[in-house]
């Protein structure tokens, strides 16, 4: 992915309000048509830096350049960047039309091309016939098209999408996830998303960058960040991850793998990949994914034998899947354990006995 | 029995309760504005002969305020006047509210409110009576002048004339035009502004695509709360404004007072009420007409130039009727009848026209 020719380059940048330091030092290259997230809590300066790149926020130090182009100084009415504001910021005072037709202005579009334009825009979301529609008759989801036509009429190099999904409830959501995805594929601009929700980023990114108090924690694609995150941060950030403390052992098997002993599940050994920080004899953590760990009916037995045994503490039924938590022996916390309903699998009682079934290879450890 | 029973029923019911809170209120409404409004009606049908009021209805005082030249031109005066402290007072009072609202901190508005009230605190009078100082002959405004060199000789026409009256009212009604202002100005969302700046306009053209429009609610509110008082004014003229700055208030003062003719200051009021109501109509009206048919032919420069022309003409259309009528068919039925197609059309016109992106 990053292969492709940058579109946005930012190299080391920075940004004040006062004392408080937003933004310390982001550097990334974001290609040519490619879907962008910038993923965090709130706080975390990713709305921020999107602003950055709109021409809202200056940056205090760093570069960024857009398309090659120097971007300091240059207001956001002269960038080659449109965006899709959180509250969609539909103009109430026109029509659906005049909304997406808000910017050609000052093209030099006959009003038949312009009338054009905003009709194929509006065909592009799904919104054909609401042209004359008032902005305040519109639902939520109908905003963010209006929205996301009004900026795609302009053929931006970047699309900035600021949390564009928090307003809609779930299942809207959903329909918009795979929309996005859809006209990005179309138009094959670069999208730059911001959001706070992991889901999200996962669904629909081509890289996704997790931020943390103004810094990149990890830029990866998408399968990376969920099988290898780089920290423990991270790790708890996206998606849901147990905790097992480890001893790493002096007695490597070598090859750059690393021997440990895991409470509550016992000895592992792990690809030097596994390790993102590298791996020092002593004391250390492991994170094993949920759906990583399987419970073990009557008659099952694990490949490699590696079995634990516990007790179920808790029990979360969701339908199509069940959680547990396992309180392992000799384990100091119970890991959660998600199992998919099948006919024939039981849901275990709370307190009941359960083994677990594990494979080293779903382990990340971090020292 | 059955009829105690039905006003039992209807005081518990909701309607019966929501009409028992709003009594009070409704019957100190109607004492101190319907019955007073009742009462100056009755009378303007009435005469006076020397201390009594002579009890028989009789259309005298409307004949003699449309047909005497001296009425209508106070009118015309005052509408003139009041139209012009109109557009001076909004005019100053819209970039003030416009910087308490974008550019003042947050914390900080409610203490540049605090402050703009504070001509407030002291009396209107004493206020006019100030205006009378700085504006004098050897006042601070002509002596500074005077010693900057900018004139050879104080200026005679910044007091006892209607420049004073504007003057002096466009200073005292400033907090009306800035307060409903400032509060449009306030719930416009920023994002809207910065959408603006995204889809390529630049700041000045952001202000008039999206920050106008949508703070024009609050403009009409202004001019509708500074005009309908100032027509009515009579401190203002009678202390600064000489005799080329009275006004029909003035006259309707002398009326009650000097001329001891309450019957004919009952007609004038009555009248310059239902002159003030009908410019209103009229011009809000027009407005929306004209935006309307700017946006109709395409809005931008092209729009606003057919609107433009097409307000130009109507206002002397009907200044050549206002001006040849009454030798046609006499001053009174050219006066009632131009009111009252001007009333009908502007009505037809709020009821026709949608209220357009302007919010009027």
């Keep these: 992915m990053s292969q492709k020719t940058p579109i946005v380059t930012l190299t080391g940048v920075q940004k004040y309000y006062g004392d408080y330091h937003a933004l310390r030092g982001i550097t990334a290259n974001i290609g040519q048509g490619e879907f962008f997230s910038l993923l965090g809590p709130s706080g975390c300066g990713k709305t921020t830096l999107l602003r950055s790149i709109a021409g809202f926020e200056d940056i205090s130090s760093g570069q960024l350049l857009l398309d090659g182009r120097d971007m300091e100084g240059v207001p956001p009415n002269k960038r080659p960047t449109n965006m899709v504001f959180q509250s969609y910021a539909i103009f109430p005072h026109m029509n659906v039309a005049e909304n997406v037709g808000f910017g050609l202005r000052r093209s030099n579009m006959s009003s038949e091309e312009k009338r054009r334009a905003v009709g194929e825009a509006l065909e592009m979301v799904g919104l054909g016939k609401y042209g004359a529609r008032a902005a305040h008759a519109l639902s939520g989801g109908q905003r963010q098209r209006v929205a996301l036509a009004r900026a795609l009429i302009m053929k931006p190099k970047v699309l900035l999408l600021d949390e564009p999904l928090s307003a809609l409830d779930k299942k809207m959501r959903e329909v918009m996830q795979v929309e996005l995805i859809r006209l990005q594929r179309e138009v094959g601009i670069t999208f730059i998303l911001v959001t706070h929700d992991q889901e999200e980023a996962l669904v629909m990114s081509d890289r996704i960058a997790v931020m943390f108090e103004g810094e990149i924690a990890q830029l990866d694609d998408p399968e990376t960040l969920y099988r290898r995150p780089k920290s423990r941060r991270v790790a708890e950030f996206i998606g849901m991850m147990n905790f097992l403390p480890a001893q790493v052992l002096p007695t490597g098997p070598g090859g750059g793998r690393v021997a440990l002993d895991v409470a509550g599940l016992g000895h592992a050994e792990l690809e030097a990949a596994q390790c993102p920080n590298g791996a020092t004899i002593g004391a250390a953590e492991i994170g094993v994914r949920p759906e990583s760990l399987t419970i073990l009916y009557e008659g099952q037995s694990a490949e490699g034998g590696r079995e634990a045994e516990g007790t179920v503490r808790e029990v979360v039924y969701y339908g199509d899947m069940t959680y547990y938590d396992v309180l392992l022996d000799g384990a100091p916390s119970p890991v959660r354990v998600s199992m998919r309903n099948m006919p024939g699998r039981k849901v275990l009682d709370f307190g009941a006995r359960a083994r677990l079934a594990w494979d080293p290879r779903s382990m990340v450890m971090f020292c | ?360």
Excluded: C
Aim: proline share 5%; glycine share 8%; aromatic share 10%.
């Design chain 2, 1 to 360: 029995m059955g009829e105690v029973a039905g006003i039992g029923k209807l005081m518990r019911s909701e309607a019966g309760k929501g009409l028992t809170l709003i009594s009070p209120t409704f019957v100190y409404a109607l004492l101190l504005l319907a019955a007073p409004l009742a009462m100056i009606l009755l009378l303007s049908f009435w005469t006076q002969e020397f201390l009594t009021i002579v009890r028989d209805f009789q259309l005298g005082n409307y004949q003699e305020a449309l047909s005497d030249p001296i009425y209508t031109a106070l009118m015309l005066r005052s509408l003139r006047i009041s139209a012009t402290v109109t557009l001076v007072t909004v005019v100053l009072a819209f970039p003030v509210a416009y910087y308490i609202s974008f550019h003042v901190r947050h914390e900080r508005k409610s203490l540049w409110l605090f402050l703009i009230t504070i001509p407030f605190w002291t009396s209107y009078l004493i206020r006019v009576f100030l205006w009378r100082v700085i504006l004098a002959y050897d006042g601070p405004v002509n002596s500074g002048l005077l010693a900057l060199g900018v004139i050879d000789e104080p200026l005679g026409w910044i007091l006892y004339n209607a420049n004073s009256v504007v003057i002096t009212l466009a200073h005292a009604y400033a907090p009306f035009a800035i307060l409903p202002i400032f509060v449009v100005l306030e719930k416009i969302d920023r994002s809207l502004l910065e959408a603006a700046r995204d889809l390529g306009e630049s700041r000045a053209m952001a202000f008039l695509r999206v920050t106008l429009p949508l703070a024009m609610p609050g403009v009409l509110a202004a001019v509708l709360i500074v005009f309908i008082p100032t027509v009515g004014d009579y401190v203002t003229p009678q202390l600064v404004g000489g005799s080329g700055g009275l006004m029909i208030a003035n006259n309707i003062h002398a009326q009650i007072f000097a001329f001891n003719n309450r019957p004919m200051g009952a007609t004038l009021a009555v009248l310059a009420m239902l002159i003030v109501a009908m410019t209103l109509l009229w011009g809000i009206s027009r407005l929306r007409f004209w935006l309307w048919l700017a946006d109709r032919m395409g809005g931008g420069m092209r729009g606003g130039a057919i609107a433009l022309g097409a307000a130009v003409a109507e206002i002397a259309a009907i200044r050549v009727a206002f001006s040849a009528a009454p030798g046609l068919v006499g001053p009174e039925a050219a006066i009632i009848g131009l009111l009252l197609i001007v009333s009908a059309g502007s009505a037809l016109i709020l009821t026709r026209v949608p209220k357009g992106r302007w919010g009027i």
